[in-house]
């Protein structure tokens, strides 16, 4: 079946250093790919989004590029700041009415001044 | 920008009671979901609805219903609550024609079982 792995944390990071965190999917087809962040106590707020090959998300910084060859949607931000501390979820649909999201494990990101 | 709401926002039950958690979803949003997740864990889906019917389950207990309503607002109905059912629930909404069927997340409901 469909599946996201992502990267174990947690990430630990000084501010303004350079992110990445790894996301890898198996899918049939041309799903769309999400990432997604949880600040503590809140619900998750959709970051950045791409539906087919080569396709770039961006949001506030964060960049991921649909790789279909590697079957990857990493996420990059150039300069993380303290703000950025959060949990981020990779995730995966089919792109058909009311199907789910499917998850990754979720990385939690942790930048101290 | 309007978003998904879901009342309560915390719920405390004890075992063996039942819980109603509500969602609205975002204006014009036709198709909701439903997902639990617990302490630091993903979010699981539980179940969907599109235009008033089910369209997709997931790992959700026979304990659990849920439906619909004509204004697309959808009830979640637990009964027979264990432990195991403290978590945070999450509704989601999208939109059909939305190209990347992206799902809009409120803020959830903790429910806590004693």
């Known amino acids: 079946g469909d599946s996201v792995t992502q990267m174990e944390g947690p990430v630990t990071l000084s501010e303004e250093a350079f992110l990445t965190i790894n996301c890898t999917y198996t899918?049939?087809?041309?799903?769309?790919l999400f990432w997604y962040v949880q600040y503590p106590g809140e619900g998750l707020q959709l970051l950045l989004k791409a539906t087919k090959a080569d396709d770039k998300g961006s949001n506030k910084g964060f960049e991921a590029t649909y790789r279909k060859e590697t079957t990857s949607f990493h996420l990059e931000k150039g300069s993380v700041q303290v703000s950025d501390s959060a949990v981020y979820f990779c995730?995966?649909?089919?792109?058909?009415?009311?199907?789910?999201?499917?998850f990754g494990k979720g990385t939690t990101l942790s930048v101290s001044s | 920008a309007a978003g998904v709401i879901q009342s309560p926002r915390h719920l405390i039950k004890e075992k063996r009671e039942t819980a109603t958690l509500k969602c609205y979803p975002i204006?014009?949003?036709?198709?909701v979901y439903w997902y639990q997740q617990g302490p630091g864990q993903d979010p699981q889906f539980l179940i969907s609805f599109y235009e008033k019917m089910q369209s997709d389950k997931g790992s959700i207990p026979d304990r659990f219903s849920a439906q619909q309503f004509s204004d697309y607002h959808s009830e979640l109905n637990m009964s027979s609550l264990e432990l195991g059912d403290s978590a945070l629930y999450f509704c989601?909404?999208?939109?059909?024609?939305?190209?990347?069927?992206?799902?809009?997340f409120g803020p959830g409901t903790r429910l806590t079982v004693t």
């Open positions: 989601a909404s999208t939109i059909l024609r939305s190209p990347y069927y992206e799902q809009y």
């Open positions: 204006p014009r949003h036709d198709t």
């Open positions: 995730a995966l649909n089919r792109r058909q009415a009311g199907t789910a999201l499917i």
């Open positions: 899918a049939t087809g041309y799903p769309s």
